[in-house]
């Protein structure tokens, strides 16, 4: 029952560092979303997927990038990390059809850019 | 340009205190408007999907309701336990099945 799974859960960068944020789902669902969530802002979208092979940029995609190489797994490359990139990052999950539409989310990931 | 504003942004209530959240949105094609609740640490558990205007949803003490520009959740006889962020997010056309979110209401209900 993982249902979407991310790694890691917490993890301190240093200004121009690079690291990636892993996300697994077992549920075969084709859509995967990055999100990332600001105190009193919302969850605002970075990247997403539409199925294996596909990606698109969302509302805030500077300084990321993303691969979509299986139906399982949505990596986030964040690429010299800056103080802006302070955050709770959330990946979620939907199938394509069917359903009542809504995105299941992992339990999130908070990195600190110092 | 699609954009959702929740208000309160923090609402306190005592224990039985019956109370609604807003959420109004401008959305190019709505097709889906969708309550999650979102507990500290964690990460959004969905609540509701409702489709249409006049469409509503109950679940326990939670009820959303769907009209051309904005939602409400109705929290009847509220429990400590009800004490949570509520978000609202709204799918615009398109097939790629992304949410455009609130920036959530955060939720006290102190016994």
């Known amino acids: 029952n993982a249902g979407v799974t991310q790694t890691p859960k917490f993890r301190i960068l240093k200004i121009g560092q690079s690291m990636t944020l892993q996300c697994t789902q077992d549920?075969?669902?084709?859509?995967m979303y990055w999100y990332r969530q600001d105190p009193g802002m919302g969850l605002k979208l970075i990247y997403y997927s539409v199925g294996a092979g596909i990606t698109d940029k969302g509302e805030v995609p500077n300084g990321y990038n993303v691969s979509r190489s299986t139906t399982e797994d949505f990596p986030l490359r964040l690429e010299l990390a800056a103080p802006s990139q302070t955050s709770v990052y959330f990946c979620?999950?939907?199938?394509?059809?069917?359903?009542?539409?809504?995105?299941?989310f992992g339990e999130g990931s908070r990195l600190t850019v110092l | 340009e699609d954009q959702v504003t929740q208000s309160p942004e923090a609402l306190r209530l005592q224990e039985g205190e019956s109370s609604s959240l807003n959420c109004s949105y401008t959305?190019?094609?709505?097709?889906?408007l969708f309550w999650y609740r979102q507990d500290p640490g964690k990460g959004p558990e969905f609540l509701f999907t409702l489709y249409s205007a006049g469409e509503e949803k109950e679940k326990e003490r939670l009820k959303a309701t769907l009209t051309k520009k904005e939602s409400f959740l109705h929290i009847t006889a509220p429990k400590p336990e009800d004490s949570a962020t509520y978000l609202c997010?709204?799918?615009?056309?398109?097939?790629?099945?992304?949410?455009?979110f609130g920036q959530g209401t955060t939720l006290q209900v102190k016994p």
């Open positions: 997010a709204v799918r615009p056309s398109g097939n790629t099945g992304k949410l455009i």
């Open positions: 549920m075969n669902h084709n859509y």
């Open positions: 959305v190019s094609g709505l097709r889906g």
């Open positions: 979620a999950s939907s199938p394509t059809s069917g359903g009542t539409g809504e995105l299941f």
